[in-house]
């Protein structure tokens, strides 16, 4: 396998088995992640748990009652609010679950962010209050938090504002960044690729970390004959965000990028990636992934896997 393949998928996917369409019980879901965590022979590629603030009390037996507890990593969800002041209760009320959640565990690093939506039905700069309530909030937790703004016929708009405001926060030690949502169970979940684009431009362009989440099973892009939709392909949206960081690529050109589906022009060696003329190093690889792109959440760990082993970027075993 090649060094540039490890730097890309590198705790990459984040196990959100709790969540459609696999949507398991959680004692099934803990075991699934765990199992994969402890014997899978890509478990390098597997990040977090993914589970709700509210359902930590729940999660806690049954993790600390499991042989294999010591691996569990989580990324808690915050719930949706309709205003600031609800944002403001909500967000507290999950870190105060973190936290007594990381006492009962013995370390704060079981949980060491939070992925939470912003309001929604409220108006841009009220949604900016939002983040400086929250930035105080979680650097008191010593929590990273990703924040995902609902869609809207101003969402591009709104993702520009909100960049801009990450980045003046950024400034600050801030461990703030955005969520991107690529999919979902009906067609309209998904965002055009030129949305796509413009969410990692920006944050390109204002040095925001990101993650991702929804309809990103697969590697390539793909065709839902159910949902008659493209799906986004993780290797296109981290692939985009990659390359993104090391060159001065435009939106056009990120949706090219995105929009591929031709795998030929996906190439891999030991000390690169590329895509047709462009590509990154893979020291730059793991430095981008730290800093950039960093994970996505998919409710299923074994078939991404499959799927990267049948085009060749994981060793068939």
């Not at 008659?228 to 050109?253: I, Q, R």
């Not at 430095?287 to 994970?295: C, I, L």
């Amino acid at each position: 396998m090649f060094a540039s393949v490890r730097a890309f998928l590198h705790q990459i996917i984040d196990y959100a088995g709790l969540f459609p369409p696999a949507k398991l019980p959680l004692d099934a879901a803990l075991a699934e992640y765990l199992h994969h965590k402890k014997t899978s022979p890509h478990r390098w590629m597997l990040g977090k748990f993914v589970c709700p603030a509210v359902r930590l009390p729940e999660l806690l037996p049954l993790a600390r009652a499991h042989e294999d507890a010591a691996l569990l990593q989580v990324t808690a969800l915050g719930q949706q609010s309709t205003s600031v002041e609800d944002f403001v209760l909500q967000l507290g009320t999950a870190i105060k679950a973190i936290q007594e959640f990381r006492l009962a565990w013995g370390g704060e690093e079981v949980v060491d962010a939070i992925e939470i939506p912003l309001p929604s039905q409220i108006e841009i700069d009220r949604a900016i209050d939002c983040l400086g309530h929250a930035q105080v909030q979680l650097r008191q937790a010593n929590l990273r938090g990703f924040f995902e703004l609902p869609t809207s016929a101003a969402w591009q708009g709104d993702i520009a504002t909100i960049s801009k405001s990450l980045h003046e926060l950024k400034e600050s030690e801030s461990k703030l960044g955005l969520k991107l949502r690529c999919g979902g169970v009906t067609a309209a979940a998904f965002p055009s690729d030129t949305q796509v684009a413009f969410f990692i431009a920006q944050c390109r362009d204002f040095a925001i970390p990101w993650k991702a989440t929804a309809g990103l099973h697969h590697p390539r892009r793909h065709w839902d004959a159910g949902l008659n939709h493209w799906h986004h392909g993780f290797l296109n949206v981290f692939g985009a965000g990659l390359l993104a960081m090391a060159h001065p690529l435009t939106p056009a050109d990120l949706v090219a990028i995105l929009s591929d589906r031709d795998g030929k022009h996906f190439r891999f060696e030991e000390e690169r990636f590329s895509w047709k003329d462009w590509s990154c190093t893979t020291a730059q690889i793991a430095a981008f992934r730290a800093s950039g792109p960093t994970s996505f959440g998919s409710c299923s760990f074994a078939e991404p896997c499959a799927d990267l082993t049948a085009i060749g970027l994981l060793e068939s075993l």
